[in-house]
């Protein structure tokens, strides 16, 4: 039977693309894809700006004042561009083949791709909080000023609460519900459980992708081959990061899946998935307010 995953390529593609939209932590920061333009293989793309004219007064006689409004496509070089390379047995069955193929991308994105993501959008939005404060909580009362504090700088910026996400830890969210008692009604279950705290949105984000800094491996070296990232010496561990979606612009790519068939593979009788992805973080200096960062002392 003739061979035909490189027909999959364009639909692997898309459904990596979806995984990240749907499983990362920072999605809700991702830049509105009407505005991202044309995409090479470089690592840059064109991201639409958009300026227009205000109001102006409006004339009963000659009605409407003409305004304007500016389209520029701005190039940027997206910082990070991370990849690896995949082989997969040869097997007999063509169909067991694709979906081996199908599972093996989609859990390497969403155990190694997504976290490694997430760690670098945390640790670049900690980097430009225009807001930080280092502190450890040892009781729920401290943890629940601290949140509360956050939350009031936010609304002496005009904010309202329902526009700030809240990103934490799991010690942290359940601190903030030990200070703060529910009642439970006759009949229903214990749940604790809450998915906004003072009108803000909660995200819980697991520990290990959650720093102020963190160091990528290369996956060359004998010390890092396993690639992937730590979190840096100089890192700390973040309690919680208030922001608003509009905070910071999310931006990834991946380039074209590639695919090689066992007869174009040099290296092994196996089915070679080479894997790419273009991504990065645009905070601008205006929105730095929006970002309010609470981390370890140590």
Known sequence: MPNNLGGNVSKFTRNLDKIIERESMTSFLNINGALLGEFVGVGEIKIAK????????????????????SLEWETRKLEFDRGRGFSIDVMDDEEHETLVSANVMAEFERTKVIPEMDAIRFARLAENAGNTVSEDYEDPAKALKAVRLMKESFEDLGKDPSDIV?????????????????????????NGNFDTFDQMRLKVIPSGRFYTAIDLKDGKSTDEATGGYQKAAAGA???????????????????????????????????????????????????KPLIYCSHATA
Not at 53 to 68: E, I, K, Q, S
Not at 174 to 187: E, F, I, K, N, T
Not at 251 to 274: M, S
């Open 237 to 287: 561990g973040i309690n919680f990061m208030g922001l608003t979606s509009d905070a910071a612009e999310a931006i990834q790519k991946h380039q074209k899946l590639r695919y090689f068939t066992p007869d174009q593979n040099q290296k092994a009788d196996a089915h070679l998935w080479q894997y790419r992805v273009f991504h990065d973080l645009i905070v601008l200096d205006n929105k």
């Open 166 to 190: 809240l990103c934490l830890t799991s010690t942290m969210k359940g601190m903030l519900r030990d200070a703060m008692p529910y009642m439970m009604g006759q009949g229903e279950a214990p």
């Open 50 to 69: 958009i300026g227009m004219d205000g109001l102006a007064d409006y004339d009963r006689t000659n009605g409407f004042v003409d305004g304007g409004v």
